[in-house]
């Protein structure tokens, strides 16, 4: 099993650091005293083999207690690796007669090790000593990746820190049933200029093959500049900032709304249903790219959407109901325009006050830092709007923290960033959002311009 696997890989790390540092030390004890169980003449004429075992005090980490380490030392080593172990010592000993251990004969006895089965898995490289740890931390991460490919909403979870939605698998199962044999559902509106991507890419199976990234990757992935947390981009109109995505107003939200961005144009996001089978025909509506040739496929696609939809009973007609709802909720409409939603108790009203500025007087403000000026010489203007939204968290208006970091982040400006990620912050963890946070804070980390977006073209 892996955890056997493991143990011995741990054990002969173990014994290979003790005799890296033992290479290093000028002393010719025996690290097992007259406890050792080698029966070896070389080894017996190369060490010492003093009876109170000093030279275990001397390499014996200060944070390890003595006593129980003294134990540890004397006791002999288990059937289990005694072989192995014997034979890597004695073969090592017979070395050090002629030269010091280097990190070389480490990493020869490392790639020659039974132990080391499955290490290759994790994608580990020749040539380095690393820490043990690392090994089976990789390799860990890798198993539970080959599990998460199997399962798409653990994924989504895991990797996205979201649930999609039933009308997102709805639609996959319509592109699916759309696609004729020989085809991949994901370019079922290839023609008219439309791209499915983002989560889509996993139902296509384009991670199955892809290296494992870090988790911030994950949630970068095609996430346009302006781009809040709140949104996750499913569709693209290729080579253009245009993209449509699922609108969360809490990570949590079982109702997703769909909203639409030109990144090409600015920060603006407008909400413009409620599910993805009415965004689509809002992009064949608007967006697509309709000629002589493609205007015939436009008009059939929909027609297919219409009756897939009425076939398979998705409800998507209760959309202006819902969006009426969510107006009612919008605390502020913020930089973006889709507007910021946060609890609020109805008879303290605690959890959103306005900001110390209008929207308008903010704008001015910051417009200083595109006509060159530095963020030191605005501080006089910003520092008050910044500790009134930090007094506002501290008297449970935590809404306004995320307000103005939502705004920040909005302008666009690098020389925001670092009060985005403080005001973000205990905006987003007084409101019970973590994932939001998490999500900004990998976009500030690598944010980009540009349409090209996705991790799975990166290096």
């Known amino acids: 099993s892996s955890d056997l696997r493991f143990a011995g890989f741990s054990f002969n790390c173990e014994i290979f650091y003790y005799k890296l540092k033992m290479s290093d030390s000028k002393k010719e004890d025996c690290k097992y005293g007259a406890e050792c169980y080698q029966k070896n003449p070389a080894h017996k004429e190369k060490y010492n083999h003093p009876a109170d075992n000093e030279v275990t005090k001397r390499i014996r980490s200060p944070d390890i207690d003595e006593d129980e380490s003294n134990k540890k030392l004397k006791e002999s080593p288990s059937k289990e690796f005694s072989s192995t172990t014997e034979a890597t010592t004695e073969d090592t000993a017979a070395q050090s007669d002629d030269k010091e251990l280097t990190l070389e004969d480490l990493n020869e006895a490392f790639k020659s090790s039974d ?43 895991h990797k996205f820190c979201v649930d999609m939605p039933k009308d997102f ?14 085809a991949k ?3 079922l509106f290839e023609q008219v200029g439309l791209q499915l991507v983002g989560p889509f890419d996993y139902m296509a199976g384009k991670f199955n093959d892809a290296p494992l990234k870090e988790p911030g990757d994950y949630f970068r992935h095609w996430r346009f500049f302006y781009d809040p947390p709140e949104f996750q981009t499913v569709l693209v109109k290729k080579g253009t900032g245009i993209h449509y995505g699922y609108w969360r107003d809490s990570p949590f939200a079982e109702q ?15 909400i413009i249903d409620t599910n993805i089978f009415n965004a689509v025909c809002h992009f064949l509506d608007k967006d697509a790219e309709v000629t002589p040739f493609t205007k015939a496929k436009v008009s059939a696609l929909k027609k297919s959407i219409q009756s897939w939809v009425a076939e398979k009973e998705v409800d998507v007609t209760n959309t ?17 325009t889709a507007g910021l939603v946060v609890p609020v108790q109805p008879k303290t009203n605690i959890g ?3 900001l110390m500025e209008t929207d308008a007087d903010l704008k001015k403000i910051l417009a200083k830092i595109d006509e060159g000026h530095s963020i030191q010489s605005l501080m006089s203007k910003l520092q008050p709007i910044i500790t009134a939204a930090s007094i506002a968290v501290d ?14 982040y909005s302008h666009g400006s690098p020389e925001l960033h670092n009060f985005v990620r403080n005001l973000s912050v205990v905006g987003y963890t007084e409101a019970g959002h973590p994932q939001f946070l998490a999500i900004l804070k990998a976009q500030l980390d690598n944010r980009r311009k540009g349409f090209k977006l996705s991790i799975l073209e990166e290096a």
Not at 118 to 146: C, L, N, T
Not at 169 to 182: I, N
Request: hydrophobic share 35%.
């Open 185 to 187: 559902p994901e370019c």
């Open 169 to 182: 698998y709805s639609f996959w199962d319509f592109c699916k049933a759309q696609t004729k044999e020989g």
């Open 115 to 157: 132990r080391m089965e499955g290490i290759d898995e994790a994608g580990i490289q020749d040539g380095d000593i690393v820490d043990p740890w690392a090994h089976r931390i990789r390799f860990s991460q890798m198993q539970e990746y080959k599990q998460l490919l199997s399962d798409p909403k653990l994924f989504f979870k």
């Open 320 to 336: 202006a109901a819902l969006m009426k709802e969510r107006q009612k909720k919008i605390v502020c409409k913020t930089f973006h």
């Open 256 to 270: 997703c709304f769909f909203a639409r961005n030109d990144a090409g144009k600015g920060c603006q996001f407008t």
């Open 395 to 408: 008297e449970g208006d935590y809404g306004t923290s995320i307000e103005l970091a939502i705004d920040f």
């Open 352 to 354: 959103y006050r306005p």
